[in-house]
């Protein structure tokens, strides 16, 4: 643990960096990395530092660095790092039972009960859960299959802009063209459509469609006999696009799309990976638009602190496959349920989605001071997951080189953010949950100052070079 960063029960304030970065130490375990490591790494290219330990919003690297990590595991770390009432629930599992494949165990049988729940109400009794692998991604192969079985049908309606994973069938249904193009031959019957959000068209975006005119063209799409596309098996979107540049449904169109789904039998599919257990201000992100899906995904935050596991929650009318329909040899994590477990009761004895909407409000206050900067687009965010669009003010196109130098000085600041949207051109960021005042003050100083910093030399030199 972070023991000298810690002053009684409250964060530290503020990080430390010392030197350049990377560090010697980190330096050296980089190169280590790229000697043995798959070209297919991502964070370091970006973030070059060697983490050694982390608590809550904190992480120190070899070198002695302590960064704020507002990435927090790509929202993995609700609850930040190593909360100590979680990891001894792990500890005390741990020394029970840790791996049982699909058979039932009292702490499996306390963690389905647990996310039955966090569902409104109305779908407490009709829900059912599946155990998947344990990554987000199969978790969605899992609802793709799910409902292709229950409804003899094949395609599948994404969205442009969506993310949904990197397997086979999870990638097909992303929008990241960049991802599939090397891997031919994916899984057929995708069709992407528009999709309807609230704020200004995401830069870069081809389509300028109105969430009105996007919720008509699926509608149309799925009705019109000569549309080419016939009925899909599925619809399947995220109510915040989060890989996509924070970009955030519009309460019409997803309204729309539930209805246009629920009257041609189409089951509606909501990954709620990176925007459920909390991020978004309500446990899931589909309760502020009344709508009730017939598939939810998740997976990233259910444990609070990392340790992977993910499920599907579904409609049991839809629970017509056969037994080993979905396995995974992982799905039987004794100490994911107990920190899952844990991780609940924490959220409602300390009032975290209150913590949530509170400090979501702190970071609107915080960023606004950006809204006149001509370098940024749009600011926009929902709870605890937030983004800084960055794009030219002469066309309007994505600036990536600018969200890079964004993200590199604010490492060098101390404050660990993350990039996304088209053309990796919106700064994110993903608080741990249970994240304080103090933190999200010292945090958003930073990034304000960084990106004011960033915008004025860039345009200072040219509205055209080094976006």
Not at 142 to 162: D, P, Q, Y
Not at 169 to 180: E, P
Request: one cysteine or more; a neutral charge; glycine letters at 10%.
């Amino acid at each position: 643990m972070i023991t000298p960063l810690h002053t009684g029960t409250r964060e530290p304030v503020w990080p430390h960096v010392a030197g350049e970065l990377p560090g010697p130490r980190s330096a050296a375990l980089l190169a280590r990395q790229e000697q043995w490591e798959s070209r297919a790494r991502t964070y370091p290219r970006h973030l070059p530092i060697a983490l050694t330990e982390g608590s809550g919003s904190f992480v120190r690297d070899v070198d002695g660095n302590v960064f704020i990590d507002f990435l927090a595991g790509a929202g993995v770390l609700s609850l930040g790092h190593n909360h100590p009432e979680i990891v001894r629930s792990v500890i005390r599992q741990l020394s029970a039972l840790t791996h049982a494949l699909d058979f039932p165990t009292p702490i499996k049988d306390a963690f389905t009960q647990a996310q039955l729940s966090m569902l409104p109400p109305r779908l407490r009794t009709r829900m059912k859960v599946h155990f998947c692998g344990p990554t987000g991604a199969n978790a969605v192969e899992a609802a793709l299959k799910l409902c292709k079985t229950a409804t003899g049908r094949g395609g599948v309606i994404a969205f442009r802009g969506g993310f949904h994973g990197s397997t086979h069938g999870a990638m097909a249904v992303s929008g990241l063209v960049a991802q599939k193009t090397p891997v031919h031959d994916g899984m057929p019957g995708v069709h992407f459509l528009p999709y309807g959000s609230l704020g200004p068209y995401p830069a870069g975006a081809a389509s300028r469609l109105g969430p009105q005119a996007c919720a008509d063209q699926l509608e149309q799409t799925l009705t019109d006999s000569l549309s080419g596309v016939p009925l899909p098996a599925a619809v399947i979107l995220e109510v915040v696009q989060g890989e996509g540049g924070v970009v955030i449904a519009h309460p019409d169109f997803l309204r729309r799309v539930r209805e246009i789904t629920h009257a041609l039998c189409i089951p509606l599919i909501v990954d709620e990976v990176q925007t459920g257990c909390g991020r978004t201000g309500t446990w899931f992100a589909f309760e502020q638009y009344g709508i009730e899906p017939d598939v939810i995904v998740l997976s990233k935050a259910l444990t609070g602190i990392g340790i992977p596991v993910s499920l599907i929650l579904y409609d049991a009318a839809l629970d017509t496959w056969a037994p080993g329909a979905h396995i995974g040899t992982f799905r039987g994590n004794q100490l994911a349920f107990a920190a899952g477990v844990e991780t609940i009761r924490i959220f409602r004895r300390d009032d975290v989605l209150g913590n949530v909407r509170r400090r979501s409000e702190q970071i609107a206050n915080a960023l606004g001071e950006l809204d006149a900067d001509p370098w940024v687009r749009d600011v926009r965010g929902r709870g605890l997951m937030w983004g800084i669009e960055l794009a030219c003010p002469d066309d309007g196109l994505p600036a990536p080189r600018l969200a890079a130098a964004v993200q590199k000085q604010a490492l060098r600041r101390g404050l660990i953010v993350e990039r996304g949207g088209r053309e990796d051109a919106v700064i994110r960021i993903l608080p741990p949950l249970n994240v304080t005042a103090d933190v999200i003050d010292s945090a958003t100083s930073i990034l304000v100052d960084v990106v004011q910093a960033c915008t004025s030399k860039t345009f200072a030199g040219s509205t055209k070079e080094g976006v």
